[in-house]
C-alpha cells in the first residue's frame, strides 16, 4: 500500500495524516522506513507490534478460559502439548504426521491445530480422521475443552484463543512457513 500512496496523488494526502498525527509507531523497521518515505516529518515513535503486546497484556490479566485450563490440566497430566498454529492447506496434515509419529513413539502428546481460516476446520476434521484413522481428532465448536483429555489432534475453529494457546502449550509451529 506505501506504494500505492506514494504516487503523485495521493502523496500529499498522505503526507498531511501522518504530519497531523502526535506519534506513528511502524509495526516493523521496513514499516518505518516505508512510512519515513511518504512523510519525513511526521514525529515516530518506538517500533511495536500494538497486536503482540495487547495480546501479552490479555494473557496478562485475563481469567484462563475453560479450554485454556484443560490444556494446562492435560499438560500437568504430563502430555505434550504443541500448537500449530495460523496453519495453511497441508499444513494440517503435516501437522498430524507429527503427531501420529510422536503417538507412535510413545510420548503422551496432544495437538491443537488452529487453522488460519477457522471456516476450514470441519474439513480439516475430516481430512485428518481419514488420512490418520488411528489418531483421535475433535472440533472445538463442536466437542468443547472436555474432549482433550482422549484426543490427539484438537482443531480449534475460534478467533481471538491464540494468545492464551501459545500460553498454554510446551511448542508451537506457525503456518504459512512449510
Not at 477457522?118 to 480439516?124: G, L, Q
Request: glycine content about 4%; proline content about 4%; charged content about 20%.
Amino acid at each position: 500500500s506505501a506504494r500505492r500512496w506514494s504516487c503523485r496523488l495521493l502523496a500529499p494526502l498522505a503526507q498531511r495524516m501522518l504530519r497531523t498525527m502526535r506519534v506513528v509507531c511502524a509495526a516493523s523497521a521496513g514499516d518505518e522506513l516505508r512510512l519515513r518515505e511518504l512523510c519525513a516529518e511526521a514525529s515516530f515513535g518506538p517500533v511495536a507490534d500494538l497486536k503482540a503486546a495487547a495480546a501479552y497484556a490479555a494473557r496478562e490479566v485475563a481469567t484462563p478460559s475453560s479450554l485454556t485450563a484443560a490444556l494446562l490440566a492435560c499438560a500437568r497430566a504430563g502430555r505434550f502439548v504443541w500448537v500449530a498454529a495460523s496453519t495453511h492447506a497441508g499444513e494440517e496434515a503435516a501437522a498430524a504426521a507429527v503427531q501420529a509419529l510422536l503417538r507412535a513413539d510413545g510420548l503422551a502428546s496432544l495437538a491443537v491445530v488452529v487453522p488460519r481460516h477457522p471456516v476450514r476446520a470441519p474439513a480439516i476434521v475430516d481430512e485428518l480422521m481419514s488420512k490418520q484413522p488411528l489418531l483421535r481428532v475433535a472440533l472445538h465448536s463442536q466437542d468443547g475443552a472436555s474432549a482433550l483429555q482422549n484426543t490427539d489432534v484438537y482443531v480449534v475453529d475460534a478467533f481471538g484463543l491464540l494468545p492464551e494457546l501459545y500460553a498454554a502449550a510446551s511448542a508451537a509451529f506457525v503456518g504459512n512457513s512449510l
